[in-house]
Nanobody, 125 residues
Framework: QVQLVESGGGLVQAGGSLRLSCAAS????????MGWFRQAPGKEREFVAAITWSFGNIAYADSVKGRFTISRDNAKNTVYLQMDSLKAEDTAVYYC??????????????????WGQGTQVTVSS
């Protein structure tokens, strides 16, 4: 089993920044891709960004390209999501996810086996 714990969410004004962290524990050696997804009220969960532990392959949703940056610290088993130039439409619960198969940075929820509990990000306009 793999446990994922997100942190760093909060309330920020439009144009501001937040950094989310996702700490992985347990059988972390079994994980390959790490992803961030988000779900706004009344909407489906959507892909935000993904990274691979081994090669650092990165993928972003078009809506966050140029504003969000995903990174990882292999020694700490932690993945980060730096969010800059935040907009009101970025308001959502952000979830960290882990895949046990290598996908090169998958955007599909179906490829991820483990999920964190989520952290709320609220951007005021």
């Amino acid at each position: 089993q793999v446990q994922l714990v997100e942190s760093g969410g909060g309330l920020v004004q439009a144009g501001g920044s937040l950094r989310l962290s996702c700490a992985a524990s347990g059988r972390t050696f079994s994980t390959r891709d790490m992803g961030w997804f988000r779900q706004a009220p009344g909407k489906e969960r959507e892909f935000v960004a993904a990274i691979t532990w081994s090669f650092g392959n990165i993928a972003y949703a078009d809506s966050v390209k140029g504003r969000f940056t995903i990174s990882r610290d292999n020694a700490k088993n932690t993945v980060y999501l730096q969010m800059d130039s935040l907009k009101a439409e970025d308001t959502a619960v952000y979830y960290c996810a882990a895949s046990t198969r290598y996908h090169g940075g998958s955007y599909s929820m179906n490829d991820y086996s483990y999920w964190g509990q989520g952290t709320q990000v609220t951007v005021s306009s």
